[in-house]
């Protein structure tokens, strides 16, 4: 629901809204509490995988970036961000960028 609520802060509607109706095609059963004091330290893939959406709700996709570094010898090169919502597979490849010197 707090995913929900923060991608329903960014949209604007063009009239009064009076309410709204929320049709769910599949439901879950919610995870078991922890059975641990301390739970493991960085969370759980799941946890991290919540973390991100909340963060490109939040922040938009175009400020929520992860490394995706490439073979090349030069730093400027080699040191490439991308967006969380862009898939591995599709940053593997040369850099696209050409030098400024050739």
Known sequence: MRLLKER????????????????VQEVKEAEAASDSL???PGGT????ARLLELLVA?????????????????????????????????TVG???RVPNDC
């Open 8 to 23: 329903l802060t960014r949209v604007e509607l063009a009239a009064a809204v009076i309410a709204l109706q929320l049709v």
């Open 38 to 40: 301390f739970p493991e």
């Open 45 to 48: 893939a799941s946890d991290h």
């Open 58 to 90: 939040r922040l938009g996709p175009e400020n929520v970036l992860r490394p995706a570094p490439v073979a090349d010898h030069r730093p400027e090169v080699a040191a490439r961000w991308v967006s969380v919502t862009i898939s591995a597979a599709a």
């Open 94 to 96: 040369p850099s696209r």
